[in-house]
């Protein structure tokens, strides 16, 4: 659901830029408290990952397509402000240098895709784990139910957008009804991504995942005249913990890197040709009349190709591992710094930082 220019008018897509900065400031500051020694790579590779599965367009109906947004996998693996700087790096990679998602429209793809997608996933999935049973079976259904609600969100969310200042004058509840209804089609293959994705760490480093922290583990129960009780605190000093105890994360970012790679750089050529949800509404509903030409359209990855390239396969491949490498060394940049902000304000770094590497 990237958004062209021309789509939203100027004083909208304006100030839909001014809430979208403020939500980056209000996040730089709240992922403070998210990244540490461990994370930020993570999130590094969270942002790469996200690119490349974005490349992978699904069919959901006869000539519509859709990719993952990525709101609601971002803010369960590295949480909800750290998630918000993922999809920001990897629309304002797309828009500069492939030219997916309008430059002045920038702000309205990062407040739709990447606050909402967030806000709304992050909240229905602490909601749900709240309420379940602490297991990873729960914590993955209830990563499904919550990347199934963020998409539809986000198409009603740009609805309002549009309501408020599209350049077209069409009836606001056609473009509601068909917006929500294709996008809740794309709303189930995100589920299904996310869902395995985040089950697929939680078998094998639930440590990683922010959305669960706290959540996995019940306090020791004592049966106590046929009653379950809460079993007493430990009365003794705790040992140290020894430093093997804290696992590497070398040999998890390497293998995650990889897939991104593959993905982007090969599965990518398989993705379905046909126009995504918004694409498809727009050609339907009369939306795209005033669609302006992108500003980065003779970047020489427009269009998720390299330009001197003929063979299609190639091309789109290379051009694929490009925006991973790119999206993971500036996402890892940006949240290394914040992870230093952090520090410098403690006077030094984090308790365990040299265990963690």
């Not at 020694?37 to 599965?53: D, H, K, M, S, Y």
């Not at 696992?247 to 995504?276: C, E, K």
């Not at 001197?308 to 591992?321: C, H, K, Q, T, Y």
């Not at 490498?325 to 890892?332: D, E, M, N, R």
């Amino acid at each position: 659901m990237h958004v062209p220019d021309g789509f939203i008018d100027a004083p909208v897509s304006v100030a839909a830029g001014v809430f979208a900065a403020g939500a980056v400031a209000v996040s730089l500051r709240g992922a403070r408290r998210e990244l540490d020694e461990r994370t930020a790579p993570l999130a590094g590779l969270v942002a790469a990952f996200i690119f490349a599965v974005q490349m992978l367009n699904f069919p959901v109906a006869a000539g519509t397509s859709g990719h993952l947004m990525g709101g609601a996998l971002a803010a369960i693996l590295v949480g909800p402000y750290t998630a918000v700087l993922c999809l920001s790096v990897v629309l304002l990679m797309q828009g500069i240098f492939f030219a997916d998602g309008g430059l002045t429209a920038l702000g309205v793809n990062i407040t739709v895709m990447g606050v909402v997608t967030v806000v709304v996933a992050y909240g229905v999935f602490r909601l749900l784990t709240g309420l379940l049973p602490r297991t990873r079976r729960s914590a993955t259904a209830s990563a499904f139910v919550a990347a199934l609600v963020s998409v539809p969100a986000s198409a009603a969310a740009f609805t309002l957008l549009y309501w408020i200042g599209g350049t077209t004058d069409i009836p606001i509840g056609k473009v509601f009804t068909a917006m929500v209804g294709v996008h809740v089609l794309i709303g189930i293959g995100e589920a299904v991504i996310t869902a395995l994705t985040v089950g697929a760490v939680l078998a094998v480093r639930p440590d990683l995942v922010h959305g669960v922290q706290g959540t996995l583990t019940a306090p020791l129960k004592l049966r106590v005249d046929g009653e379950l009780v809460d079993a007493p605190a430990p009365t003794r000093e705790p040992e140290p913990e020894p430093v093997t105890a804290h696992r590497s994360n070398r040999g998890f970012l390497i293998t995650g890197l990889v897939s991104a790679f593959l993905l982007a750089g090969f599965v990518s050529f398989y993705a379905s040709a046909s126009p995504d949800g918004l694409e498809r509404v727009a050609a339907d509903q009369g939306i795209d009349e005033k669609v302006e030409e992108h500003g980065a359209a003779d970047s020489p990855l427009a269009d998720y190709g390299v330009g001197d390239i003929a063979n299609a396969r190639l091309s789109g491949g290379l051009a694929g591992v490009i925006g991973v490498s790119a999206t993971v060394v500036v996402g890892t940049g940006v949240f290394w710094v914040v992870r230093r902000r952090r520090e410098d304000e403690r006077g030094g770094p984090a308790r365990s930082d040299h265990e963690n590497v």
